[in-house]
């Protein structure tokens, strides 16, 4: 059995680009876009982590000592806890991985499976970036999520035919990529949606059907018109704006305005199980990971992910025990303070 340790260091042997800090906020990689960095000064993605910092726990103790139970309906499947493993494509492009494309995706679905955690998988610009993922939900049969590209409606529909097929549990679009440079880099054709489009898309999936890349209140408003299962509050990791607010700022204002109407996810900086119970007790309904779960499978494929999930629910378990939070109802506005 490895260690977490033994796993990160596997992970920065096995890739050139990615430096695999202590932290991974950003700071080494400003720029890196194609690569694991934020795009232009890389501000986002360092914001997304520092802001995260700004929001501090209450512990609350007096009380009967209870085991917590961290548990979370995700679309009918019970899972261990709310938090899901983001999805990331083109390790290879993006970290200089060693590992291919394949073993990575296998590594990080079935790390996060074998914990009871959901995992969104990616999609890109070529044929083989599709279809790796779809063999991986066709295999599963409803247990992950395909995240489709914002493809220009005529390369969409077809292509949703074919995920439909392959019986996902749901389907994501990162309707920020729309903003990415290797794909502006690679001349792929995607695009901004309107809300009727969007509504076609969910007409036509018949699956929950969740979009990532919302960070205003008008946008989430277009997203509940257009009767989405759920958002993602995200700036795609700081690669799409420069200079963009984080996420964790603009999250309580949004799940308040939301007011359960659609679950909120949200994700951009979160490494810990505290950062996860930060963005609960601001109304969210999930945390989604990046980064740290793709290193895990570079560095240790399965076994990797496997621990750093662990990781996670052990964190955010232990977070619920000393804020006297038993359940994730309990965990409310005043579990935690707010610093900007
Ligand atoms: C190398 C890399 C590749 C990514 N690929 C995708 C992708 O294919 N689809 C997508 O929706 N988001 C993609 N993202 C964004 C992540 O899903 C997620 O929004 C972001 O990484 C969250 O921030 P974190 O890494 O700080 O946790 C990618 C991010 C990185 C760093």
Redesign the pocket.
């Known amino acids: 059995m490895k260690t977490l340790e033994e796993v990160k260091i596997q992970a920065r042997a096995n890739m050139s680009i990615c430096k695999m800090c202590k932290t991974?906020n950003?700071e080494v990689c400003r720029g890196w876009t194609p690569?694991?960095?934020g795009k232009g000064t890389g501000s986002t993605?360092v914001r997304?982590?520092a802001k995260l910092k700004e929001v501090t726990l209450n512990m609350r103790l007096i009380r009967e000592d209870q085991e917590v139970d961290s548990r979370f309906d995700f679309f009918g499947q019970v899972i261990s806890a709310p938090i899901m493993a983001?999805?990331?494509?083109?390790?290879k492009i993006?970290?200089g991985s060693s590992v291919d494309e394949l073993t990575y995706l296998n590594g990080l679905t079935d790390g996060c499976l074998s914990q009871g955690l959901p995992v969104?998988l990616?999609?890109?610009a070529n044929r083989e970036a599709f279809e790796m993922p779809l063999k991986i939900h066709q295999n599963l049969n409803k247990q992950t999520i395909m995240?489709i590209?914002p493809w220009t409606m005529d390369i969409l529909m077809p292509k949703l035919e074919e995920v439909k097929a392959c019986s996902p549990l749901a389907v994501?679009m990162?309707i920020?990529?729309a903003g990415l440079i290797l794909l502006k880099k690679q001349g792929v054709p995607v695009s901004f949606k309107t809300v009727e489009e969007l509504k076609a898309i969910k007409a036509y999936l018949g699956v929950p059907f969740i979009l990532?890349?919302i960070l205003t209140l008008e946008d989430a408003q277009a997203a509940l018109d257009a009767g989405v299962d759920a958002i993602?509050v995200?700036?795609?990791?700081?690669?799409v704006l420069d200079d963009c607010v984080s996420t964790i700022e603009v999250l309580e204002k949004i799940t308040t305005f939301v007011k359960g109407r659609c679950k909120v996810f949200v994700?951009?900086?979160?490494?810990s199980g505290s950062d996860v119970f930060k963005a609960l007790a601001l109304g969210a309904d999930g945390v989604?990971?990046?980064?740290?779960f793709?290193h895990a499978s570079i560095g240790g494929q399965s076994e990797g992910v496997a621990l750093y999930a662990d990781k996670l629910i052990q964190e955010l378990k232990e977070c619920m025990r000393m804020t006297s939070c038993i359940t994730l109802k309990d965990i409310k506005r005043s579990s935690v303070n707010v610093h900007f």
């Open positions: 991974c950003g690569g694991p960095g993605f997304n982590v983001a999805p990331i494509a083109n390790v993006n970290y969104f990616g999609d890109g995240t590209k994501a990162d920020d990529a990532k890349g993602v995200s700036n795609h990791g700081g690669r994700d951009g900086g979160f490494r989604l990971i990046g980064r740290p793709s």
